[in-house]
C-alpha cells in the first residue's frame, strides 16, 4: 500500500493546531507520512520543523508544497482556508481543513462547489 504524502500549511504559534495534525500524522505510520511544510512567514516552519525534530522538506511556496505532496492539513487563520483549499482541490490534492471554513458562509460558496465536483476527500477537522 503506497503511503499517503501530507504537508502542512500553518505552522503558527497563536493556536498551535498544527502540533495535533503532526501528532495524528506520526501516529498513522503505515498510512501516512509527513513530507512537507509551509508557512508564509520566512523561517518559522523550518524553526518550528526543529523543534519538533521532524525531518520534512521545507517550501518557500504553497505551491512549492502541493508539489510534493498528496494531501494537505490546512492549519492557518480562518480568514486564510478558503484560498489555500481552493488552490489544493485545483491541484488535486486531499484536504483537510481546520475548523471553520471562513469566516463567513458567503466566502465559503465557490470552495464548496468546488469540492462537490471532486473525488478528493475533503474534511474539516473538528477537534
Known amino acids: 500500500m503506497k503511503k499517503i504524502k501530507v504537508g502542512i500549511v500553518g505552522t503558527g504559534y497563536t493556536v498551535g493546531i498544527a502540533n495535533n495534525h503532526v501528532n495524528g500524522y506520526l501516529a498513522c505510520k503505515t498510512d501516512c507520512e509527513l513530507v512537507a511544510l509551509y508557512d508564509i512567514v520566512p523561517g518559522r516552519a523550518a524553526q518550528w520543523a526543529k523543534e519538533k525534530n521532524l525531518s520534512v522538506k521545507?517550501?518557500?511556496?504553497?505551491?512549492?508544497?502541493?508539489?510534493?505532496?498528496?494531501?494537505?492539513?490546512?492549519?492557518?487563520?480562518?480568514?486564510?482556508?478558503?484560498?489555500?483549499?481552493?488552490?489544493?482541490?485545483?491541484?488535486g490534492k486531499h484536504v483537510l481543513c481546520e475548523k471553520p471554513l471562513s469566516t463567513s458562509a458567503a466566502i465559503c460558496e465557490d470552495a464548496v462547489r468546488l469540492a462537490n465536483c471532486t473525488d478528493r476527500v475533503k474534511m474539516i477537522g473538528f477537534s
Open 58 to 91: 521545507i517550501c518557500d511556496t504553497f505551491d512549492a508544497l502541493l508539489d510534493e505532496v498528496d494531501a494537505v492539513s490546512v492549519c492557518t487563520p480562518n480568514y486564510a482556508h478558503v484560498p489555500l483549499v481552493i488552490r489544493a482541490l485545483e491541484r
